[in-house]
């Protein structure tokens, strides 16, 4: 079972060898990393040729955004599995991507499987994320660098939605959750070790508000907007102030403290 790695890159010279090197020690053998680089004008693409060890595929051109990058690496991809791992990310250990692939090649039926994932932050607490209990109006029930799909899954619910710069894999998952009862595409939850590991800093922590705003959009493109999804919206961009301000006046600490009964 092969599995195609994605990897969007632009000026990544900073984080890509941690996600080139996680990448390289699986034990899978049947692994590709595809990279979608921006036209970086840092040593991006010299680094990727220089370490990358399993079957890359680099296109470098200008892109329309992440949603762009995600979706030219979709439509090339070779293997049965398809993984995105952004750049400023990495893979846990050597032991992911086989526990993915046992996973799917234990019921054949699935259509993705997801798991923990290890947030990085050194400056506001790094913890294991759990996937989030609850329906898709209160939070993102997954966590996307931690979750494997059929490439079959995209035929199914379509590509990333590139109107979206920030939220775009929320807005596809509010998809999976309208997906008919009698056509329902099947999960399963990895327990256990992470899978992956997300650094703090990338586009969507940088740009918290703007991911809010567009998470409000997809619930409503998709129908699901109502009084639940407003409330949960409204705490989070309550909190996303109240860090900033922590932050600010150097209480960090108490977003520590947060965190940790969060996500324990």
Excluded at 19 to 38: A, C, G, M, Y
Excluded at 185 to 207: C, D, F, Q, R
Excluded at 218 to 242: C, F, T, V
């Amino acid at each position: 079972m092969k599995i195609s790695v994605i990897t969007p890159t632009f000026n990544s010279e900073a984080s890509i060898r941690r996600n080139i090197q996680s990448v390289n020690v699986q034990l899978h053998p049947e692994t590709e990393h595809i990279f979608i680089d921006n036209l970086s004008s840092d040593q991006t693409v010299s680094m990727i040729n220089n370490q990358s060890k399993r079957s890359p595929k680099i296109v470098s051109e200008k892109d329309r955004g992440i949603s762009d990058a995600f979706n030219k690496g979709i439509r090339i991809a070779s293997g049965d599995i398809i993984s995105i791992l952004n750049s400023d990310d990495a893979f846990f250990d050597e032991h992911t991507l086989e526990r993915v692939t046992s996973a799917f090649l234990a019921e054949p039926d699935l259509e993705f499987v997801h798991g923990n994932m290890l947030f990085v932050d050194p400056v506001h607490g790094s913890q294991i994320r759990r996937p989030l209990q609850g329906p898709i109006t209160k939070a993102m029930p997954f966590n996307h660098p931690a979750f494997f799909v059929r490439k079959s899954f995209y035929d199914k619910l379509g590509l990333f939605d590139e109107s979206f710069s920030y939220a775009m894999d929320f807005e596809l998952i509010c998809r999976l959750y309208l997906n008919p009862l009698e056509t329902k595409l099947k999960g399963y939850y990895i327990e256990g070790a992470p899978l992956a590991v997300m650094h703090s800093g990338g586009a969507s922590t940088v740009n918290e508000l703007k991911s809010v705003e567009e998470a409000e959009r997809a619930l409503k493109k998709n129908q699901l907007w109502n009084l639940e999804a407003q409330k949960a919206l409204s705490n989070r961009r309550n909190r996303i102030h109240l860090k900033n301000y922590f932050s600010k006046w150097g209480l960090g600490g108490l977003i520590k403290v947060w965190r940790f009964f969060k996500w324990r």
